[in-house]
């Protein structure tokens, strides 16, 4: 009866706005009291044991941000669009969309504004030691850790075509974009392990597996 009476007056008396005030407020009273007291709500989980080795513990998100942009000694000159691979360490790029978008060397005459931008690299501050720029491992714990799900706007997109290139030569993108533009901006994008890889033999593949149907990587918009 109570939960149905505001100050001595029954709720259905009460204007509309006011009543789905009521109505709200009661129910989020419930769900409060409901995640207070269920024991599973108020004790978080140890997570360190689900980080990989090779990155537990050696620089929290805090410590990374606090880095600064540093000039490289001896930038890679960027005067053709291929030099920008060089330039920002890829070996090349697996995915097929957009190519020259997504580097930003479809333009001839930017060349040098597209040097300058790789000719700067993110260091954290010292006390976050030597944190290895390995893509092999990158792969290694996609594989056996567990793989990634992006899912965002245009921003997150550019995110995946990075990774891509990044893990490039040991993954493979689809869809193939090559020749056609027929293509829907909703299609999901996948990173599979390339079975050319070299790393193929050296990797503990978990129960499931599968190289050609279980991704590493997917973005979806």
Not at 171 to 199: E, F
């Amino acid at each position: 009866m109570a939960a149905g009476l505001w100050r001595g007056k029954d709720v259905r008396e009460l204007p509309h706005l006011t009543r789905i005030i009521c109505i709200f407020s009661f129910v989020f009273l419930l769900l409060f009291i409901y995640i207070w007291q269920k024991p599973t709500f108020r004790h978080t989980p140890n997570l360190d044991s689900s980080f990989p080795p090779f990155i537990d513990g050696k620089c929290s998100p805090e410590a990374w941000s606090a880095g600064k942009w540093e000039r490289k000694e001896d930038p890679p000159q960027v005067v053709e669009p291929e030099d920008v691979y060089k330039a920002s360490g890829f070996l090349g790029c697996a995915s097929s969309r957009e190519i020259q978008w997504h580097l930003s060397n479809d333009h001839p005459n930017e060349m040098n504004w597209r040097g300058n931008v790789s000719a700067y690299d993110w260091v954290p501050p010292s006390t976050c030691g030597d944190i290895p720029d390995d893509r092999e491992m990158i792969v290694k714990d996609l594989v056996e850790q567990g793989g990634w799900l992006l899912i965002g706007d245009s921003v997150t997109e550019e995110h995946f075509f990075s990774l891509s290139c990044t893990l490039y030569p040991h993954v493979l993108a689809t869809p193939d974009y090559t020749g056609r533009w027929d293509w829907d901006r909703a299609w999901p994008q996948n990173l599979y392990l390339n079975p050319q890889s070299p790393l193929v033999p050296k990797l503990n593949m978990p129960s499931g597996f599968d190289i050609e149907k279980t991704p590493l990587v997917t973005f979806r918009r």
